[in-house]
């Protein structure tokens, strides 16, 4: 029955999850702030279940994305960081000192946000020199930094403050909703 509890809830948010990667691919304005609404559902999975279960709703709802949505930017988005990255995070802090874990991070940041560029260059044949000369020149390590920047935002003020949240005053009541999950 704790198994069957827990792929029902997964399954749920499954289809949370693809609700509001739907909703961001409609609303251009809403493609990186819903991929990232999406990331706080794997959250809430990895909170109440564990980061392999989260893991899995990951998996699915990626491919899912990937493969239904028409704009593919938001599913790119969720495919790329904004999905896994809850779980990996929970991983880290769990097993890895602060210090070690905040390096882990944002090695994992980069490596995926380099893997973005290359892929919206070489797919897309986005040019950044088509931002103008000055910016051009310097856009890669602007863009770079400013990107570490909204990643320690994202981390530590959204994802830490969202599980401080929900583990002092949403945890006790959405276990006695659902029932015992752990």
């Given at each position: 029955m704790k198994q069957t509890r827990c792929l029902a809830l997964c399954g749920v948010f499954?289809?949370?999850i693809l609700a509001l990667m739907w909703m961001g691919s409609l609303i251009p304005s809403m493609e990186y702030a819903l991929p990232a609404a999406a990331s706080m559902l794997i959250l809430l999975l990895v909170l109440q279940l564990n980061s392999y279960w989260a893991l899995g709703v990951y998996a699915a709802t990626a491919a899912l994305s990937l493969l239904?949505?028409?704009?593919?930017?938001?599913?790119?988005?969720?495919f790329m960081f904004f999905g896994f990255y809850p779980a990996v995070?929970?991983?880290l802090e769990r097993?890895?000192?602060a210090w070690l874990a905040w390096i882990c991070k944002f090695i994992?940041?980069?490596v995926t946000i380099i893997a973005?560029?290359?892929?919206?260059?070489?797919v897309f044949a986005i040019d950044l020199d088509d931002f103008g000369e000055i910016f051009g020149r310097y856009a890669k390590a602007i863009l770079l930094v400013a990107g570490n920047l909204a990643f320690w935002i994202y981390d530590?003020?959204?994802?830490?403050?969202?599980?401080?949240i929900y583990r002092k005053r949403w945890r006790k009541k959405l276990s006695r909703l659902m029932g015992q999950f752990r």
């Open positions: 499954a289809g949370l239904l949505l028409p704009n593919k930017s938001a599913a790119l988005l969720y995070k929970s991983m097993r890895l000192p994992i940041f980069n973005a560029y290359y892929f919206a260059t070489k530590h003020m959204v994802l830490s403050a969202f599980a401080a």
